[in-house]
C-alpha cells in the first residue's frame, strides 16, 4: 500500500510540474521582450556593447544594458523560433527553475508528500512569468540553492561551481546580486549551527567554501559594465518606491510609477502575509531542529518581499525547498498518535487537499493562458498603428505611451526614434514623458519642446486600466487630429505636419476615442477582471449612450474592487438607482 501511495504521489507531482508547463508556455505578452529584441538585434548586428540609449529621443543618456546577454540569447531563439520559440524558452525555463526547486527539496529528504503539499506555492509566482530576464534569476536562484544544499551535504569541489553560475547570471540579470545573500545566508547559518551543536564558532571545510564565495565575487564582475555589480548590491536596499507616514508613495521617478516597483501592501497581495504567518509557525513548531541557514534564507527572502512586490517569488521559491522538511518532521510527531488506518487516511486527504489547493490557483491561470499556447498576444501590441504608420511614413518625432516604447523601436528604428520605452533610465526624461501621459498643464510644451508630431498612443494603463489623461487633452486640442484607431491603439498627427489633403482624407472623428477605450476595456478585463478602473471606464463610456444596465454591471464590478471608491462613482450609482436600473 504504501509503495502505491508513492507512485501516486510520485505520478501527481509529475503530472503537477507538466500542468506548470502547459501555462507556463504561454502566448509572448511582456511589453520589455522587445527593446531587449532590438538591443540584442544590435548587438548582434553591430558586435556592439550598448552605453548609450540609443533608440529613444534621450540618445545621449548613459544605458547600461546589464542584461546584454539575455537580450542576445533572446533574438537568437527569435531567429530560429520567433514568437512561437519565445512562449516556449520561457515556459521550459520557468518549469525549469520550479524543478531545481523540488531536486533541492528531495535532496534534503523531503517526502513526495510533503513537495506535493507545497507546489501550489509555484503558482503564485505566475505574476513574473514574462519573457523577461527575471526568468533567468528564478532558473539560477534554483541552481544556486541546489549548490549550497548539495554541498551542505557533501563539502567537496561543487561549491566552486558558484563562479561559472554567477558569472552566466551576472551577464543575463541585475537579480544575480541575489546570489551573494543566499550564499552568506547558508555560511553564517554553518556557523550559527556549528555554535549550537559543538559550541564552536567555525565553518566546516572553510578553505573551499571562503574561497567559492571569493570565486563567486570574482566571477560576477566579469561583465562589459565594470563595477555594476557591486553598486547595484550596494543600491539595492535603496530599491522602488516607499510609501511614507502619509500614505504617499516617494522613491525614484523611473521606479516610482512603474507598476514592478511597488510597495507590498496586505491589500494587494494577503496570501504572502497569510504565508508568511503560516511559515513562522511551521518554524516554531520544529525549533529544536531548525537549521540556521534556512531561517535566515526564509527570514532575509521575507524582508525582500515586505518591500517590494517584484522580490515575493523569491520567498515562494525558497519555501517550496525549505517547508517540505519540516512538514515531514510535524507529520511524523502526528503519526506517534495516529494507527496505520488513519495514517492513510491522513495521506490520503492531505494529498486531496493538496490537489484542491493547485487546482484553485491553477484554474484561472489555465482560463487565461490555455495549455501551451505560443505566439504574440496581438492586441497587446500596436501592430496595425505601426503599419499604417510605416505605410504612410508620418512625421517624426514620435511620442508614445511607456508601455510601447520597445515594440516601435523594434519595428522602426533607425528611421524613428521612440519617446522613451519601458528602460528607460533618464530620470528627466521619465518625468517629462509621464507629464505627457498624465495630461499635465506642460504636456504640449513638451510635445513642442521635442518636436513631436506623431503621438502612438493605447487607451488604458496596464495595471489598473484607467484611460490615459492624454487622450482628453488630445480631443480638445484642434492641433492634433485622429487618424487611425484600432481595437487598442490610436494615432494622433499635428496639423501642420501632414498634407491638408492628406488630413481631410484620413482624418476620424474624435467621438471614435470612446471606441478604442471601450474595446480595450474589454479586452483588459478578459485578462484580468481586477483592473478595477477599467471597469470605471466602461461604465463612464455605457452611460454617456444610455445603455444604463450595462453601465450599472460595469460601475458594480468596479464598486467592488476599487479601494478607494471616489465620488463620481458613488453619484453615479445614485442616478443608476434614481432611473430604476
Not at 201 to 209: A, K, L, M, T, V
Not at 323 to 338: E, N, Q, V
Not at 411 to 416: N, S
Not at 502 to 507: D, I, V
Request: aromatic residues 12%; hydrophobic residues 50%; glycine residues 8%.
Amino acid at each position: 500500500m504504501i509503495r502505491t501511495m508513492n507512485r501516486v504521489q510520485f505520478l501527481l507531482l509529475a503530472a503537477g510540474v507538466v500542468a506548470i508547463a502547459a501555462v507556463a508556455v504561454s502566448v509572448v505578452h511582456s511589453f520589455d521582450v522587445f527593446w531587449q529584441l532590438q538591443s540584442g538585434r544590435y548587438m548582434v548586428e553591430t558586435g556592439e556593447v550598448i552605453r548609450n540609449d540609443l533608440f529613444t529621443l534621450a540618445a545621449d543618456a548613459p544605458r547600461v544594458e546589464h542584461c546584454w546577454l539575455h537580450d542576445i540569447l533572446l533574438y537568437l531563439v527569435y531567429l530560429v523560433g520567433g514568437y512561437a520559440g519565445l512562449s516556449l524558452w520561457k515556459g521550459l525555463t520557468i518549469t525549469a527553475g520550479i524543478g531545481l526547486m523540488l531536486v533541492t527539496a528531495r535532496l534534503r529528504g523531503s517526502s513526495l508528500l510533503a513537495m506535493i503539499l507545497v507546489v501550489p506555492l509555484s503558482l503564485l509566482t505566475s505574476g513574473g512569468w514574462l519573457e523577461r530576464p527575471q526568468v533567468w534569476s528564478f532558473l539560477m536562484t534554483g541552481l544556486t540553492l541546489l549548490i549550497l544544499e548539495s554541498y551542505r551535504q557533501r563539502p567537496g569541489r561543487m561549491i566552486f561551481l558558484l563562479f561559472p553560475v554567477a558569472l552566466i547570471w551576472a551577464n543575463l540579470h541585475a537579480g544575480s546580486v541575489l546570489i551573494l545573500p543566499l550564499f552568506l545566508a547558508y555560511l553564517a547559518g554553518n556557523l550559527l549551527d556549528n555554535l549550537v551543536r559543538q559550541r564552536k564558532f567555525c565553518i566546516d571545510d572553510w578553505r573551499r567554501f571562503v574561497g567559492g564565495g571569493a570565486l563567486l565575487i570574482i566571477g560576477a564582475q566579469l561583465t562589459p559594465y565594470a563595477m555594476y555589480w557591486l553598486r547595484t548590491l550596494r543600491g539595492a536596499p535603496g530599491l522602488g518606491a516607499t510609501v511614507d507616514s502619509s500614505g504617499e508613495r516617494t522613491g525614484p521617478i523611473t521606479q516610482l510609477f512603474n507598476m514592478d516597483w511597488t510597495p507590498t501592501s496586505f491589500a494587494q497581495d494577503p496570501i504572502f502575509y497569510y504565508l508568511l504567518a503560516v511559515t513562522a509557525l511551521i518554524l516554531l513548531l520544529t525549533f529544536k531542529k531548525l537549521r540556521g541557514s534556512d531561517l535566515l534564507l526564509l527570514g532575509g527572502l521575507a524582508v525582500m518581499g515586505l518591500s517590494l512586490v517584484r522580490h515575493i517569488p523569491f520567498f515562494y521559491f525558497a519555501a517550496i525547498i525549505v517547508l517540505p522538511r519540516y512538514l515531514d518532521m510535524i507529520g511524523a510527531w502526528l503519526s506517534r498518535f495516529m494507527g496505520a488506518g488513519l495514517q492513510l487516511a491522513a495521506r490520503v486527504a492531505l494529498v486531496a487537499l493538496a490537489v484542491y489547493g493547485f487546482w484553485t490557483v491553477y484554474q484561472p491561470l489555465y482560463q487565461v493562458y490555455g495549455p501551451f499556447n505560443t505566439g504574440l498576444r496581438s492586441w497587446h501590441y500596436p501592430i496595425e498603428a505601426t503599419d499604417f504608420l510605416v505605410e504612410h511614413k508620418l512625421a517624426p518625432n514620435l511620442y508614445n505611451t511607456y508601455d510601447w516604447g520597445g515594440y516601435l523601436a523594434w519595428r522602426l528604428y533607425p528611421e524613428y526614434q521612440v519617446f522613451w520605452d519601458g528602460r528607460q533610465n533618464s530620470a528627466e526624461m521619465f518625468r517629462l514623458g509621464w507629464n505627457v501621459m498624465a495630461g499635465k498643464p506642460d504636456w504640449s510644451v513638451v510635445l513642442d519642446q521635442f518636436r513631436v508630431n506623431t503621438i502612438v498612443t493605447r487607451s488604458l494603463t496596464i495595471d489598473t486600466g484607467q484611460k490615459y489623461p492624454l487622450l482628453d487633452r488630445l480631443v480638445a486640442d484642434p492641433q492634433w487630429h485622429l487618424v487611425f484607431n484600432a481595437e487598442a491603439s490610436m494615432i494622433f498627427v499635428r496639423e501642420a505636419s501632414v498634407d491638408r489633403s492628406w488630413l481631410l482624407k484620413h482624418r476620424r472623428p474624435k467621438t471614435l476615442v470612446d471606441e478604442s477605450v471601450l474595446s480595450e476595456t474589454h479586452l483588459m478585463l478578459s485578462t484580468n477582471p481586477n483592473r478595477y478602473m477599467a471597469w470605471w471606464e466602461m461604465a463612464q463610456i455605457y452611460y454617456k449612450r444610455r445603455q444604463f444596465k450595462e453601465a450599472r454591471m460595469a460601475l458594480e464590478q468596479h464598486l467592488l474592487g476599487a479601494p478607494r471608491p471616489v465620488g463620481p462613482a458613488r453619484d453615479m450609482l445614485n442616478r443608476l438607482t434614481q432611473l430604476g436600473v
